[in-house]
Antibody
Framework: QVKLVQSGAEVKEPGASVNISCQAS????????VHWVRQAPGQGLEWMGM????????TYAQQFQGRILMTRDTSTTTVYLQLTGLTSQDTAVYYC????????????WGQGTLVTVSS | EIVMTQSPKSLSVSLGERATIYCKSS????????????LGWYQQRPGQPPKLIIS???TRESGVPDRFSGSGSGTEFSLTISSLQAEDVAVYYC?????????FGPGTRVDF
């Protein structure tokens, strides 16, 4: 069974960084893209970027350029999202999701990780 | 960036009745080389991550009840629930995967 399990909720102060993990099981990280999507409270879905199955160059949404990093550890089948320079606008649930090709829909999704940015 | 819009913002339908949601893209998501529309639909129940229900504009995912159907091409699409069930209460999002950045519609809330 394909599953993505994310790390737990985080509370961060403005200006801090957050690292979220997404552990995949039931398939090989080397065969699929992993996307990150976030959802602010009561809001819609916002695509943040994707990490390639080959470990090559990732693609990030322009609004996050310069403060986002996606990495992976194939030995633990885990993908990581790092977001720096947090503001209250980054308070959201962050999801990882699998995609079979560079242009594909996302299935399945992780359970989500709530990141709260507050002083 | 392809901008996705949806209408209505919310929809209240009696149980057993039909619900239809519309989605428009700011440019065509039909890829001419394979004649496929790079448009999908997700269902998000309260407190849950989104669940993929329709791909390629009209292909139901495995296990999705046949009361869900998708249609449309180019820039205009729709999702229909033929007979609303209580478990269908959710927010529905369309998404284009024609090109990056992959963008979502703002969502349509369906209840009864």
């Amino acid at each position: 069974q394909v599953k993505l399990v994310q790390s737990g909720a985080e509370v961060k102060e403005p200006g801090a960084s957050v690292n979220i993990s997404c552990q995949a099981s039931g398939y090989s990280l080397s065969d699929y893209y992993v996307h990150w999507v976030r959802q602010a409270p009561g809001q819609g879905l916002e695509w943040m970027g994707m990490i390639t199955p080959s470990g090559g160059r990732n693609t990030y949404a322009q609004q996050f350029q310069g403060r986002i990093l996606m990495t992976r550890d194939t030995s633990t089948t885990t993908v990581y999202l790092q977001l720096t320079g947090l503001t209250s606008q980054d308070t959201a649930v962050y999801y990882c999701a699998r995609g079979p090709t560079v242009r594909s829909l996302f299935d399945p999704w992780g359970q989500g990780t709530l990141v709260t940015v507050s002083s | 960036e392809i901008v996705m819009t949806q209408s209505p913002k919310s929809l209240s339908v009696s149980l057993g009745e039909r619900a239809t949601i519309y989605c428009k893209s700011s440019q065509s998501v039909l890829y001419n080389s394979n004649n496929k529309n790079y448009l999908g639909w997700y269902q998000q129940r309260p407190g849950q991550p989104p669940k993929l229900i329709i791909s390629w504009a009209s292909t139901r995912e495995s296990g999705v009840p046949d009361r869900f159907s998708g249609s449309g091409s180019g820039t205009e699409f729709s999702l229909t629930i033929s007979s609303l069930q209580a478990e269908d209460v959710a927010v529905y999002y369309c998404q284009q995967y024609y090109n990056s950045p992959f963008t979502f519609g703002p969502g349509t809330r369906v209840d009864f």
